[in-house]
C-alpha cells in the first residue's frame, strides 16, 4: 500500500483554469503539508495541516486554497491559473511537526 | 524567517570518491533532517539528528551535527553511482515547520 498517494500524476492546464490535487495518506499521521519544488529543485512549503486546522500558510498567493476533510486528507485547490504555477506539487505527512516527513510521488502540474 | 543555507549546490564526482554536502543556520536549531531525492522522485527521508555534536551512521553514510546545533554535514564514502541524486537538509527550530535547505545535487561518473 502507498503510504502517501496523490492524483492525479501530471496535470496539464491551460491559463485562467482552476485545478485541484488530492492527497491521502494512510500511516496514520496527525500533520499534513503541501510543497512546491520549482525547476531549480527549490522545496517550498506553502501549507500545514494539523489535525484538520491550518498551522501555516506561507506567503502564496490566495489562488492557492487546501481543504483538509479529515486527518487523512489534503487537497490543494488552485484557480486562475498562471504560467508561474507550473511546478511539481509535493505532498507530505508526519506524525507532529517534528518528526520526519513522507512525500508523496507529486503532482507535475504544467500550464500553457 | 528561518534561513538555512547548503552548500555546495551542485558536486560531480568519480564513482569511489567521498563527497560531502553542509548545512548551515544563523541561528541554534532544535533538529535537523536530511532527505534524498533520486531524479524524477520525490524525497525520501534519511536520518534526523538532535543531539548537540551527534554523528550516526548508516552504512557509507554519516551524518554530524555541530556542537552549536547551528551546522550540520552528510559524509558519503566511497560514492557509487546509486547515491546519485539531490540531498537536502531541513532544518527545525522549534516552529511548526521544517525549513528545507536548497539542496546539494550529487551526479557520480562511472
Known amino acids: 500500500d502507498t503510504a502517501v498517494s496523490q492524483t492525479p500524476k501530471y496535470l496539464v492546464t491551460q491559463m485562467g483554469n482552476d485545478k485541484s490535487i488530492k492527497c491521502e495518506q494512510n500511516?496514520?499521521?496527525?500533520?499534513m503539508y503541501w510543497y512546491k519544488q520549482d525547476s531549480k529543485k527549490f522545496l517550498k512549503i506553502m501549507f500545514s495541516y494539523n489535525n484538520k486546522e491550518l498551522i501555516i500558510n506561507e506567503t502564496v498567493p490566495n489562488r492557492f486554497s487546501p481543504k483538509s476533510p479529515d486527518k487523512a486528507h489534503l487537497n490543494l485547490h488552485i484557480n486562475s491559473l498562471e504560467l508561474g504555477d507550473s511546478a511539481v506539487y509535493f505532498c507530505?505527512?508526519?506524525?507532529?511537526?517534528?518528526?520526519?516527513?513522507?512525500f508523496g510521488p507529486g503532482t507535475r502540474l504544467t500550464v500553457t | 524567517g528561518q534561513q538555512v543555507m547548503q552548500i555546495p549546490q551542485y558536486q560531480h564526482v568519480q564513482e569511489g570518491e567521498d563527497f560531502t554536502t553542509y548545512c548551515n543556520s544563523s541561528t541554534t536549531l532544535s533538529n535537523i533532517q536530511w532527505y534524498k531525492q533520486r531524479p524524477g522522485g520525490h524525497p525520501v527521508f534519511l536520518i534526523q539528528?538532535?543531539?548537540?555534536?551527534e554523528v550516526k551512521k548508516q552504512k557509507r553514510l554519516t551524518f554530524q551535527f555541530g556542537e552549536a546545533k547551528k551546522n550540520s554535514s552528510l559524509h558519503i564514502t566511497a560514492t557509487q553511482t546509486t547515491d546519485v541524486g539531490t540531498y537536502f537538509c531541513?532544518?527545525?527550530?522549534?516552529?511548526?515547520?521544517?525549513?528545507f535547505g536548497k539542496g546539494t545535487k550529487l551526479s557520480v561518473i562511472p
Open positions: 531541513a532544518a527545525g527550530a522549534g516552529s511548526y515547520q521544517l525549513t
Open positions: 500511516l496514520g499521521h496527525d500533520t
Open positions: 507530505a505527512s508526519s506524525q507532529g511537526h517534528s518528526y520526519e516527513q513522507y
Open positions: 539528528l538532535v543531539k548537540s555534536g
